[in-house]
T-cell receptor, first 114, second 111 residues
Framework: NAGVMQNPRHLVRRRGQEARLRCSPMKGHSHVYWYRQLPEEGLKFMVY????????ESGMPKERFSAEFPKEGPSILRIQQVVRGDSAAYFC????????????FGSGTQLSVL | GEDVEQSLFLSVREGDSSVINCTYT??????LYWYKQEPGAGLQLLTYIFSNMDMKQDQRLTVLLNKKDKHLSLRIADTQTGDSAIYFC???????????FGTGTRLKVLA
């Protein structure tokens, strides 16, 4: 049973470009969570999605960031017009929704903005 | 707001015990977690403890919780080089997915 898969592992973008980060949850999981880890900080909650629905986006920056979890395919975290401050590790987690106390995390995508 | 704090580094000799400490501020925390992150890997849930417990043991791992002082510790007995990793402390309240993480403690085990 594959774990939570994130790709790419490393993503380099120039300022102003778009970044698209993908996450495939564990088999049987339909709940996806995105967290961000800025340098020297702990992981911070960004958004919680179920298939085709955003449940809680209270941790998302108001501009340039969006997330989706379509009926088919992985969840996508999209950052438009990236800036240097977006450089961080972005982690995805999933659960089956019955036990939100146990999230399974992916290995993260390290975004570097030049 | 809620905060979780950990020291950044810990170095121990192989075979010794490691103790990683964590403090948190949210008195309504229900679950407290320890995650391990090895290089290039995801966060692996090591263990968690309910806030109504004060100790949990699982093989080489012992978690101690002092709820009065809001202090959590993870003890690794007979530390091995394979235990070298970053250890994250996290807390949540009942039924929530909004974990509050510490910055992680980088454990280095010297042979």
């Amino acid at each position: 049973n594959a774990g939570v898969m994130q790709n790419p592992r490393h993503l380099v973008r120039r300022r102003g470009q778009e970044a698209r980060l993908r996450c495939s949850p564990m088999k049987g999981h339909s709940h996806v969570y995105w967290y961000r880890q800025l340098p020297e900080e702990g992981l911070k909650f960004m958004v919680y999605l179920q298939k085709e629905n955003i449940i809680d986006e209270s941790g998302m920056p108001k501009e340039r960031f969006s997330a989706e979890f379509p009926k088919e395919g992985p969840s996508i975290l999209r950052i438009q017009q990236v800036v240097r401050g977006d450089s961080a590790a972005y982690f995805c987690a999933s659960s089956d929704g019955t036990d939100n106390e146990k999230l399974f995390f992916g290995s993260g995508t390290q975004l570097s903005v030049l | 707001g809620e905060d979780v704090e950990q020291s950044l580094f810990l170095s121990v000799r192989e075979g010794d015990s490691s103790v990683i400490n964590c403090t948190y501020t949210d008195s309504s925390s229900t679950y407290l977690y320890w995650y391990k992150q090895e290089p290039g890997a995801g966060l692996q849930l090591l263990t968690y403890i309910f806030s109504n417990m004060d100790m949990k043991q699982d093989q080489r791992l012992t978690v101690l919780l002092n709820k009065k002082d809001k202090h959590l510790s993870l003890r690794i007995a007979d530390t091995q080089t394979g235990d070298s990793a970053i250890y994250f402390c996290a807390e949540s309240t009942s039924g929530t997915y909004k974990y509050i993480f510490g910055t992680g403690t980088r454990l280095k085990v010297l042979a």
